[in-house]
T-cell receptor, first 110, second 114 residues
Framework: RKEVEQDPGPFNVPEGATVAFNCTYS??????FFWYRQDCRKEPKLLMS???SGNEDGRFTAQLNRASQYISLLIRDSKLSDSATYLC???????????FGKGTRLSVIA | DVKVTQSSRYLVKRTGEKVFLECVQD?????MFWYRQDPGLGLRLIYF???????EKGDIPEGYSVSREKKERFSLILESASTNQTSMYLC?????????????FGPGTRLTVT
């Protein structure tokens, strides 16, 4: 069973649309959760951490459901510049390597 | 501004050659990582290190080795390059700590083995 699973997409949405990505993780003891963004031919970069109470950063909202082992990312009012691959990332325990999902590709179309 | 640098952006090597990929970070991070990224397979962890002269195997260590003689430098070595090692190689670093910390990635080295 894969540790972190995401729908690979691609999601093709028009500018201004709202789009949601989901992610599930297999280890119920997982401690920390993140969304990373990777632009084409670039390295991954942290987009936002995901907190139990949910958190928002501008047009981006992240949610965590520990009972269902489920993480989500909502992007409102999509911009062309949001086109990228979004990686769901989990820290299983302590000072251990982060576990990356394979990513969901988003294309925002004019 | 945090920075992870990798020695080459593009590299072409022949089958059987010994290949060195260098990574340097200037953030005084304890942890360093080497990944490869292939279409459809995502990021796969090759090796990581929590301290100088320490190394741990990741998910796909076969055909690779690493060296960490200084805190800021983590080298990935392909002892005898093969065509199935053609890939994008990404180095990352993070501070040590419980609960997971942001990993900072270098720009990547696209290696082609012919």
């Amino acid at each position: 069973r894969k540790e972190v699973e995401q729908d690979p997409g691609p999601f093709n949405v028009p500018e201004g649309a709202t789009v949601a990505f989901n992610c599930t993780y297999s280890n119920s003891a997982s401690q920390s959760f993140f969304w990373y963004r990777q632009d084409c031919r670039k390295e991954p970069k942290l987009l936002m951490s995901v907190y139990s109470s949910g958190n928002e950063d501008g047009r981006f909202t992240a949610q965590l459901n520990r009972a269902s082992q489920y993480i989500s990312l909502l992007i409102r009012d999509s911009k062309l510049s949001d086109s990228a691959t979004y990686l769901c990332v989990v820290n299983i325990a302590g000072n251990t390597p982060l576990v990356f999902g394979k990513g969901t590709r988003l294309s925002v179309i004019a | 501004d945090v920075k992870v640098t990798q020695s080459s952006r593009y590299l072409v090597k022949r089958t059987g050659e010994k290949v060195f990929l260098e990574c340097v970070q200037d953030m005084d991070h304890e942890n360093m990582f080497w990944y490869r990224q292939d279409p459809g397979l995502g990021l796969r962890l090759i090796y990581f290190s929590y301290d100088v002269k320490m190394k741990e195997k990741g998910d796909i260590p076969e055909g690779y080795s690493v060296s960490r003689e200084k805190k800021e430098r983590f080298s990935l070595i392909l002892e005898s390059a093969s065509t199935n090692q053609t890939s994008m190689y990404l180095c990352a670093s993070s501070p040590r700590g419980a609960g997971g910390y942001e990993q900072y990635f270098g720009p990547g080295t696209r290696l082609t083995v012919t």
